[in-house]
């Protein structure tokens, strides 16, 4: 039989250890099989655990077994990051539509609140604005004015028609000081027009203005003197700097509205015509126009 050695075999689940000689191959499983018929099990149920690599034991198999198992967990878990960060971008693009909708949903009372505060009329002082004029003469019917505004026309000089307390004015020209006016009093006498220097002055005015409005027309005001100073020096003045104010009106109504459009049309009219212009008299047409749209009414 040979050299006697043992052998672990599992029968049924459970190990058993049977001894063997070792003898030639063609004996040793004739041994093996009368030992499995012994035994009464069937070869597919048995498994060998002698430390041969070779021979397929529990682990390997538990492995294959769970194999897909694995397989499929990790292939779920791709899949659940994957639907995640999807559902994660859907959630935020909605959350950004919804932002969206609340910025233009219509205000609630409270916010309106808080607008009509903020878009409360103030009183707003104006105070007297005053220069020296050139008056033609002072009538207290419309046609004999305008008769003299012909007049000074037709010798070349531009002049206005300026109402105050049921009396019809005639100015020609505008300085902010009394010796400006001197050689312009000396041209106009010698084409036969009687002129003398006048001190005039718009009253002070208390206004009701939103602050938008308040602050454009206290540039205007500004303006209106730096022009005035230009004129003094005779340096002429700046139609850039008014166009410029224009631009950045704000959104007005009523008299004010109507006090920028005439306004724009004047200060357009002279940068289109800037060879003939008159700025004494231009400046002069400014000053009315603020009285009558803005202080009068």
Known sequence: MGEKKSLTVKVAGKNKTLSCYKT???????????????????????????GDSSRPDDRSMSRKKYKPVILSVLSAAVIGVFLGFIMLNVIVDLNNNQSEGDMNAPASTADIDDQAVTREKTTAIFESLHAYVLQGGVFSD??????????????????????????????????????????????????????????????????QLY?????????????????????????????GDW???????????????????????????????????DDRHALLKIWHLFEKSVIDV
């Open 24 to 50: 030639s191959k063609k004996s040793a499983l004739n041994e093996q099989a009368a030992v499995l018929e012994e035994s009464n099990v069937d070869a597919e149920t048995l498994t060998f655990s002698n």
């Open 142 to 207: 419309k046609a004999n004015a305008n008769e003299m505004v012909d007049a000074f026309a037709k010798a070349g000089f531009s002049s206005i028609v300026w109402k105050r307390d049921e009396a019809y004015h005639v100015f020609i020209g505008i300085s902010g000081a009394k010796k400006q006016m001197e050689s312009q009093i000396e041209e106009l006498n010698d084409n036969g027009l009687d002129v003398y220097i006048k001190e005039w002055k718009t009253p002070e005015a208390e206004l």
């Open 211 to 239: 602050e938008k409005e308040y602050e454009w027309l206290v540039s205007i005001r500004d303006q209106w003197h730096t022009s005035l100073k230009s004129i003094n020096d005779q340096a002429g003045v700046s139609w």
């Open 243 to 277: 166009k410029t104010l224009l631009d950045n009106h704000p959104e007005t109504n009523g008299s004010l509205h109507e006090f920028y459009r005439q306004l724009e049309e004047l200060v357009t009219s002279i940068e289109e015509d800037a060879d003939t212009k």
